[in-house]
């Protein structure tokens, strides 16, 4: 259930604050609230702050007390203490693995108050507010196609190539692989579950590799199929995509109240999801979940495209689920540079990106990464 709207002056002061504390976090080098390259900017399109009282500018830390909604409608505390006590189980023998990205969920609207479920998560599991996009773009597709293929975009420096962000005839680099193209050689399957047909090209790129690629504008019926997928296949990799924050802001900015109650409800469709796992002994065992974004947005803008501005390339990067150890996720990765307020090109140390997931989910899977991928492709990020 959607949150209570609250008065613009009100809304517009919390933006404001939580701009401040995204600055004042980054100067004292915190890594939980939060939350180059030379060309000019992309031209591409796509057609709450926390109450400062309430405990919840530390949503990893483990003191953040009050709560989330349980299954969305209510006042329990977040997704309890089940699923505090799978977190501490040991990494499964046969895992599976969820990705779950929400479509233009920055880092500046990550807080207990508006996405309590993310909150948890962070606590339970090993994560951070302060990933990054791919470098060259900041809008939907192809940063989508950067978490399943682990490439920058730039084609001519190996990239995947994908620069649109519409549905086309067009297809990724000649030669490029992907997650799923990797799980299928290794004999294994997957099932995409996604909020916007130009996702469809993914079938294209694949073909045969991806087994269900289900595309649904309803998004709380696209999660009720990707639930009952859980339960009655045995994917390895199921990707869900929550599209509902992105159509919002669009529509009427990022920080309004409907791109806010977006995130509460794509927030309440990671709670239902988990809590499917949670409550099904085989699946608590055994699946691992990954939550991330393409990009985020700037406060009263309605485009994400300035792929120079902070709010747009500051994102969520968490993993939970059996055998994840708990904690920041550069302070659990040495290697990997916390950017600060930056954004760090591809060459030099690297902060963890949304096109980790690639090769996190071949990492946990057990498999060899994404062939001629970029991130992560020597297995280095560390989560268990």
């Given amino acids: 259930m959607p949150h209570p709207p609250t008065p ?34 992309s031209d591409a399109s796509e057609s709450s702050s926390a109450d400062p ?26 997704l309890g203490d089940d699923a505090e006590e799978i977190a501490a189980q040991g990494f499964p023998d046969d895992p599976r693995v969820v990705v779950i990205s929400v479509d233009s969920l920055g880092s500046l609207y990550v807080s207990r108050t508006t996405t309590p479920t993310i909150a948890d998560l962070l606590a339970q599991g090993a994560g951070t507010l302060n990933a ?24 001519f420096l190996g990239g995947h190539g994908v620069t649109w962000n519409d549905t086309s005839r067009r297809s990724v680099a000649r030669r490029t692989e992907s997650v799923f193209s990797t799980i299928d050689e290794a004999g294994g399957t997957s099932a995409v579950f996604v909020g916007k047909e130009k996702f469809e090209m993914w079938e294209r790129a694949w073909p045969g590799t991806i087994d269900d690629l289900v595309f649904n504008q309803d998004q709380p019926a696209l999660v009720d199929a ?43 469709d990671i709670d239902r999801i988990v809590s499917a796992i949670v ?20 406060p009263e803008m309605t485009s994400h495209s300035d792929r120079r501005r902070p709010e ?64 992560g492709d020597e297995h280095d990020l560390d989560v268990d």
Avoid: C
């Fill in 279 to 298: 409550a099904d002994p085989e699946l608590s065992e055994e699946v691992v979940v990954i939550v991330t974004a393409d990009h985020g947005g700037v």
């Fill in 226 to 268: 990707a639930i009952a997928d859980l339960r009655e296949d045995d994917h390895d990799l199921v990707f869900v995509h929550l599209a509902g924050p992105d159509n919002a802001g669009h529509k009427s900015g990022w920080g309004s109240d409907p791109y806010l109650d977006a995130v509460t409800l794509a927030d309440a």
């Fill in 312 to 375: 747009n390339y500051t994102i969520p990067f968490v993993v939970w689920g059996p055998g994840i150890t708990p904690g920041d996720l550069y302070a659990l990765n040495p290697d990997y540079q916390d950017p600060g307020n930056g954004r760090p090109r591809y060459v030099g140390p690297q902060p963890v990106r949304n096109g980790n997931v690639a090769n996190l989910v071949t990492d946990l899977l057990g498999l060899d990464p994404v062939p001629r991928s970029l991130f």
């Fill in 8 to 41: 613009a002056s009100s809304r517009a002061s919390a933006a404001t604050f939580a701009l401040v504390a995204l600055v004042g976090a980054i100067a004292v080098g915190g890594l939980w609230w939060v939350q180059q390259d030379d060309a000019s900017p």
């Fill in 53 to 78: 009282s309430d405990s919840t500018t530390d949503v990893a830390g483990s003191t953040a007390n009050d709560g989330g909604r349980g299954d969305g409608s209510d006042a329990d505390p977040g």
């Fill in 132 to 155: 990054r996009t791919e470098v060259e773009k900041t809008v939907t597709l192809p940063n989508h196609t950067g978490m399943v293929t682990g490439d920058r975009v730039n084609r």
